[in-house]
Each structure stands twice: as structure tokens, then as C-alpha cells.
């Protein structure tokens, strides 16, 4: 949906229609807890933290400044809501859950292939590796790879200058390659010594 049509259906949503504001929920809410979970690496707070922000975001349409994206007003709501809930948990990265949600509703009575081992392997290291960043860098690095938000977005979400995000990044990056090959690593040691 363009900015022109995701602007007519704010409008209609506003005024009390229950059609468009599911379609401004269908829209976004895959994106937005696909973030949450990666940020948070609990489905559980992913899922309150997304009903909690189109709650909000329904109950305040008519706050919208149409100058800004519709998805960054979505996110920055979403993002203040997990701050609080992480006033009240502390985040846990199960690899296993965020991988279950991703894989939702796949089932092969044979097991699992080399192939899905392979990447559920590569998925628990990224995680664990992700999981070692500080709590800006992972957002930066999620906004960017998960959502492929621009730098001059993340920068204006973040209220960050985009050489400050860029920074960031370049750090993230350098940082998780260290933490994946360490992550790796230590599983392949861990066969070894069971062999």
C-alpha cells in the first residue's frame, strides 16, 4: 500500500471504520511482531506489546501527523511499550521459540532435513549472537536488516544523528560476527567432546 492509500484508510479508520482499521492492523502486524520478537526474544511480550500498540494507535489516529510514515509513529509507540515491559521482564532468547514462531505451522512427520538443521542451527547462533549486542545496537541492526528501514529513518526514530546509526551498525556487525563464530565455535567443540 503507498503512502497516498495508507493515508485514506488512517483517515477512514479514524472515522470509526472497522474495515480499514483491520486492514492498517494486516498491514503491519506481521512486521511489528516479527520486530518485537527479535527484540525482545519473547513471543509472549511480542504479542502484548503488538495488541497494546494498535490499541493505542486505533484510539489515537486522529494524533497522526500524515508528514511522517505510519510505520515509524507504529514502531516508536511499540517501542515505548516494550521499554515499559522491560521495566517488568527481563528479555529471554530462546532460539527455539523465536524459530518455532518463524516456522509456525510447518510439520513434517519425517523429521527435520540436513537443510532445516543447517538453518536452525545458523538461526540459534545469529540469535545468541544478536542477544550480545547492546539493547541500541540490536535495535539499529533489527530496524535495518529485519524491517529495511533506511538510515535517515532509523535516525529519525531513534533521534539519533545518521552517522551516529551508522556507526552503530558498522559496530553491530563487527561485534555479532565475533559472537556468531564464538557461538559456532562452542557448539562444534561441544560435539567433539561428545564423540
Not at 509456525?104 to 540459534?124: F, L, N, V, Y
Not at 552503530?168 to 556487525?173: A, D, F, T
Request: hydrophobic letters at 40%; proline letters at 4%.
Amino acid at each position: 500500500m503507498n503512502r497516498l492509500e495508507e493515508q485514506r484508510v488512517i483517515e477512514l479508520a479514524a472515522q470509526g471504520d472497522r474495515a480499514a482499521a483491520d486492514c492498517l492492523i494486516r498491514t503491519h502486524q506481521a512486521s511489528l511482531y516479527s520486530y518485537m520478537v527479535r527484540l525482545s526474544g519473547r513471543p509472549d511480550i511480542a504479542e502484548d506489546i503488538v495488541q497494546d500498540a494498535f490499541v493505542r494507535i486505533l484510539m489515537n489516529l486522529n494524533r497522526f501527523d500524515p508528514r511522517f510514515r505510519f510505520s515509524t509513529w507504529l514502531f516508536t509507540i511499540a517501542k515505548r511499550l516494550y521499554m515499559n515491559a522491560m521495566q517488568k521482564h527481563r528479555p529471554v532468547y530462546d532460539s527455539e521459540v523465536v524459530g518455532s514462531a518463524a516456522g509456525a505451522g510447518r510439520s513434517d512427520p519425517s523429521g527435520p532435513s540436513i537443510a532445516e538443521e543447517e538453518r536452525s542451527h545458523a538461526r540459534e547462533c545469529l540469535d545468541a549472537a544478536l542477544a550480545g549486542l547492546n539493547e541500541e545496537q540490536r535495535q539499529i541492526m533489527l530496524l535495518f536488516h529485519q524491517q529495511e528501514w533506511p538510515i535517515s529513518q532509523i535516525a529519525a526514530y531513534m533521534s539519533m544523528p545518521e552517522g551516529t546509526i551508522k556507526s552503530h551498525l558498522h559496530r553491530g556487525r563487527k561485534k555479532m560476527r565475533r559472537l556468531y563464530e564464538e557461538v559456532e565455535q562452542g557448539v562444534g567443540s561441544e560435539i567433539e567432546a561428545e564423540l
